[in-house]
């Protein structure tokens, strides 16, 4: 099955820079690949998603990039502020057969005011 | 007010006893889900169900029992063969399948006495 992985596992950045977060796939076949945010003793809730048939995908300060040549896709988030300290998941499947969604193990990020 | 909810907030466990949690939605999905979060880690899957009567089993599903006799109501029982029961559980659910949005209850904390 598919093996999501995620690094580093935890990222502190000061406020108003940017936050990157990476994610490596194992199955490449897997063509939606979502990223969630977490917050403590919340559910998680997607924030931004992108399919294999492209590339890039953005919204406002959230966008995220997918390599399928290399299996890896990240999460950039530019201009952090404060209540972007969560927790941030991403997740990989595939569209055929039973490829249920496999989640990586989490980033905390924390930004410093 | 659309959305997933999930009962009890916190849930204290026996030795030997099962427990019920309960997850319901109003968005009219038709997929359901149930995950276990531990410390540090992804969200692992549980039991998924894409149609009312039917479910399958996740990755950990040995010591869970599920149910779905209707389309909004998907409850999880951790039975007394669940050995390390305490965890944070997540129920979820997504309009029809695994490369759509999965939209989160709040979670439930168990806790074993």
């Known amino acids: 099955g598919e093996n999501v992985e995620q690094h580093p596992s935890t990222l502190s950045v000061q406020e108003g820079d940017s936050a990157v977060i990476k994610c490596t796939y194992s199955?490449?076949?897997?063509?939606?690949f979502p990223w969630y945010k977490q917050e403590l003793g919340k559910g998680p809730q997607l924030i931004i998603d992108i399919r294999s048939n492209v590339g890039e995908k953005k919204d406002q300060r959230i966008a995220v990039t997918l390599n399928k040549t290399a299996k890896h896709f990240s999460l950039h988030i530019t201009e952090t502020q404060p209540e972007d300290s969560a927790v941030y998941f991403c997740a990989a499947s595939g569209a055929y057969g039973n490829n249920r969604l496999a989640f990586g193990k989490g980033n905390q990020v924390v930004v410093i005011p | 007010d659309g959305g997933i909810t999930q009962s009890p907030k916190y849930l204290f466990r026996k030795e030997g006893q099962n427990v019920t949690l309960s997850c319901e939605q109003n968005?009219?999905?038709?997929?359901m889900y149930w995950y276990r979060q531990d410390p540090g880690q992804g969200l692992r899957l549980i039991y998924y169900?894409?149609?009312?009567?039917?479910?399958q089993k996740g990755d950990i599903a040995e010591g869970y029992s599920v149910s779905r006799e209707k389309k909004e109501s998907f409850p999880l029982t951790v039975t007394s063969a669940q050995k390390n029961p305490t965890a944070f559980y997540l129920c979820?659910?997504?309009?029809?399948?695994?490369?759509?949005?999965?939209?989160f209850g709040p979670g439930t904390r168990l806790l074993v006495l």
């Open positions: 169900s894409q149609i009312v009567n039917d479910f």
């Open positions: 979820a659910s997504s309009a029809r399948d695994y490369q759509e949005t999965q939209y």
């Open positions: 968005l009219n999905h038709d997929a």
């Open positions: 199955d490449s076949a897997s063509n939606y």
